[in-house]
């Protein structure tokens, strides 16, 4: 399984909500949140699709440990 596609709306006044599609047919959705910064959220989540396309979705932590870890300028580049 491989994530396709990811969808962000925004949800007036201040709400953002994430849709995950895989090549299976299998959606996930969440809510990538701080409160009141929607764009500021927005934008982090676009500059780290690219990573996430592709990616097997069941690979859970080593998607969240690079996300976390990897993704500013501490520890670099993933």
Do not use: H
């Not at 959705?29 to 910064?37: F, K, L, Q």
């Amino acid at each position: 399984m491989k994530i396709i596609k990811i969808s962000l709306y925004k949800v007036p006044p201040r709400w953002l909500f994430l849709k995950i599609d895989t090549d299976e047919g299998i959606s996930g959705w969440g809510e990538p949140v701080v409160e009141g910064r929607a764009e500021t959220v927005k934008a982090a989540v676009n500059e780290l699709t690219d990573y996430l396309i592709g990616r097997n979705p069941n690979d859970i932590e080593d998607i969240w440990q690079t996300l976390y870890r990897g993704g500013f300028y501490r520890g670099g580049q993933f």
